[in-house]
């Protein structure tokens, strides 16, 4: 299974779109426009790596879902059902294939279904449906597409597209999904109903940081009567650089040559302020994903020991046990309930 699948892993290399300068960029230092784009990237593209809020959210969904224990127990009639302890069901969970334990197959799993809205279990060894198979590994979902019937449309196995494709029956894997109303198929991710805010949280976030480090309070522009050789520009910048770039240097008094007019400028960095902007799309982005604020550690909005008790009890019966008892449900209805197994 690892020649087949591991050697086959890789993204493709998203390209960055690059905008012109823009026009008028001879009168100024340089416009927001070629900052942003010559800085970073101002589009969400790994939105676990890049939106704090993202990340923030479906890692606290982890940590707290590996605190349930994960326990196979078998039905004893009118006993108590007994834990199991040993056997091939048990040794599968405990190490599911050679890269990974239970703990790590869990938290993949969970993080796969909240960032993309589904998760894939591929059974390997699998192909009868009553087998216990003899791996279990997951995989990005974006790496998985659907195969059809061509008569019926039914859904009849994955193609697992890495560097080449590797397909698989429907008995071979196991789908976890988010409710998709507009797909019959794939699940729908939180991340994308969040998505327009994410963006925006990110970009206020890129455009703070571009304005201070290129000038937090510059203080104005500069215009000139005539277009400038290059050599005259380059200067003109780097001396205007050299004296005012960054927020140490705000303020300085600006020097203009050859017949250049310094024009104050109207905006402050208060009047361009994103902290009631980062707050709602923030809002927005841990709504999508059912986490409060007092569950990432903000205290803010609470004025009590009482309200911080009934935050995080309200995480987990809103957001952790509907997702608990969903990932025990499928288990059973396509896996354990096929077995032959109770």
């Known amino acids: 299974m690892i020649e087949k699948i591991m050697s086959r892993i890789g993204y493709?290399?998203?390209?960055?779109?690059?905008?012109?300068?823009?026009?008028?960029?001879?009168?100024?230092?340089?416009?927001?426009?070629e900052l942003l784009n010559t800085s970073t990237s101002t589009q969400i593209t790994q939105p676990y790596k890049q939106s704090v809020w993202v990340f923030a959210c479906i890692s606290k969904i982890i940590e707290n879902m590996m605190r349930v224990p994960f326990v196979l127990r078998k039905d004893a009639g009118d006993l108590?059902?007994?834990?199991?302890?040993?056997?091939?069901?048990?040794?599968?969970?405990?190490?599911?294939n050679p890269l990974m334990n239970q703990e790590e197959l869990i938290r993949s799993t969970m993080g796969y279904y909240c960032l993309r809205g589904e998760a894939f279990w591929i059974m390997e060894g699998r192909d009868d449906v009553t087998k216990i198979p003899k791996e279990i590994w997951t995989f990005d979902p974006v790496r998985f597409e659907p195969v059809h019937d061509r008569n019926t449309g039914w859904l009849i196995g994955w193609t697992y597209k890495g560097k080449t494709e590797v397909?698989?029956?429907?008995?071979?894997?196991?789908?976890?999904?988010?409710?998709?109303?507009?797909?019959?198929?794939?699940?729908?991710?939180?991340?994308?109903?969040?998505?327009?805010?994410?963006?925006?949280?990110?970009?206020?976030?890129?455009?703070?940081k571009a304005f201070f480090?290129?000038?937090?309070?510059?203080?104005?522009?500069?215009?000139?009567?005539?277009?400038?050789?290059?050599?005259?520009?380059?200067?003109?910048?780097?001396?205007?650089?050299?004296?005012?770039?960054?927020?140490?240097?705000?303020?300085?008094?600006?020097?203009v040559e050859g017949g250049g007019k310094y024009t104050a400028a109207k905006l402050s960095h208060k009047e361009m302020d994103f902290t009631e902007g980062k707050a709602?799309?923030?809002?927005?982005?841990?709504?999508?994903?059912?986490?409060?604020?007092?569950?990432?550690?903000?205290?803010?909005?609470i004025k009590s020991f009482e309200g911080i008790k009934s935050a995080h009890k309200a995480f987990w019966e809103e957001c952790l046990v509907p997702k608990i008892l969903y990932f025990e449900n499928t288990?059973?209805?396509?896996?354990?309930?096929?077995?032959?197994?109770?």
């Open 12 to 33: 493709g290399k998203i390209e960055k779109s690059v905008v012109g300068p823009l026009a008028g960029d001879s009168t100024m230092f340089k416009s927001l426009r």
């Open 80 to 96: 108590e059902p007994g834990i199991i302890t040993s056997g091939p069901l048990y040794d599968l969970f405990q190490n599911p």
């Open 167 to 208: 397909s698989f029956s429907v008995n071979e894997i196991i789908q976890f999904k988010m409710f998709n109303p507009y797909d019959d198929v794939r699940g729908l991710a939180p991340y994308e109903a969040a998505k327009l805010s994410s963006d925006q949280n990110y970009q206020a976030s890129v455009y703070n």
């Open 213 to 255: 480090e290129n000038g937090a309070v510059v203080g104005g522009f500069i215009s000139v009567p005539d277009e400038l050789t290059d050599e005259a520009y380059n200067r003109l910048v780097k001396q205007f650089e050299d004296r005012h770039k960054g927020a140490a240097k705000a303020h300085r008094i600006a020097v």
């Open 280 to 301: 709602l799309t923030k809002e927005e982005i841990l709504a999508a994903y059912s986490v409060n604020e007092v569950v990432l550690g903000s205290y803010v909005n």
């Open 331 to 342: 288990l059973w209805s396509r896996f354990f309930s096929k077995i032959g197994q109770r």
